[in-house]
């Protein structure tokens, strides 16, 4: 009958459940983290935790006793040695457990057991970042930025002017290169237009076909007056 007995028996006799969570202690103990079932790591914990407040005692005593739960001279130096002065302001809660998916074969709940001082993740005891200023912040500017401001004007002002430089020379190239050409005036249109006409032999038989018609219009004229005159004369 197992009356009062509220640890897990796993499955074993006595003998084979000491030995077997011995062993898980000692690997524990050495590789800081191992992955077991979550019902082997809750065991364990309860094995294991007692052990390394033991550690805190570095005693003769207590290394004895401890050796009797581990039966391994390395895992009992790895506890009294590292891992006791990780531990020592830790009041308890030396372990962690954390939980993962089932095991394909038997559907088994699987979990990680871990000692906590070595897990860098979740340490908490990290440098605390600095604050920066984002909403109308304004920094003092220490004297060497100051210079190296000035400086930076310096630089933008020569390059500024080097600019500037090649500017003029560009007005100047497209100046010479563009010149401005001379707008042609009603006198010169008038005179091309001229020059146009006399040089067509069309225009040339017109301006004589018109001379010799005006002649013949003056000739006209000139009798119409004399017969004008005539008759005025024989009117007296």
């Known amino acids: 009958m197992r009356h009062r007995k509220k640890f897990n028996h796993l499955g074993r006799k006595a003998a084979h459940r000491k030995a077997m969570l011995s062993n898980m202690a000692c690997s524990l103990i050495e590789h800081k983290r191992i992955k077991t079932t979550l019902a082997k790591a809750k065991a364990l914990r309860i094995y294991v935790e007692p052990l390394i407040t033991k550690s805190k005692n570095d005693t003769t005593h207590s290394r004895r006793t401890v050796f009797s739960y581990l039966k391994q001279k390395q895992a009992v130096t790895e506890l009294f040695g590292d891992i006791a002065t990780k531990v020592a302001d830790r009041p308890g809660g030396y372990t962690r457990i954390l939980k993962l998916s089932n095991r394909l074969g038997d559907n088994a709940e699987m979990a990680y057991i871990e000692l906590v001082d070595y897990n860098e993740t979740y340490v908490t005891d990290k440098p605390k970042k600095k604050k920066t200023r984002r909403r109308g912040g304004t920094k003092k500017s220490t004297p060497s930025e100051v210079v190296e401001s000035s400086e930076n004007l310096e630089v933008v002002e020569k390059d ?77």
Not at 185 to 207: G, Y
Not at 210 to 223: F, H, I, R
């Open 160 to 236: 500024s002017s080097e600019v500037e430089d090649t500017v003029d020379n560009v007005e100047i190239t497209t100046e010479t290169d563009n010149e401005p050409k001379e707008e042609k005036t009603e006198d010169k249109i008038e005179m091309e237009s001229v020059e146009e006409v006399n040089e067509d032999p069309k225009n040339e038989v017109k301006n004589d076909e018109t001379n010799d018609s005006s002649e013949e219009v003056q000739e006209d004229q000139k009798k119409d007056d004399s017969n004008e005159s005539t008759e005025e004369e024989k009117a007296e």
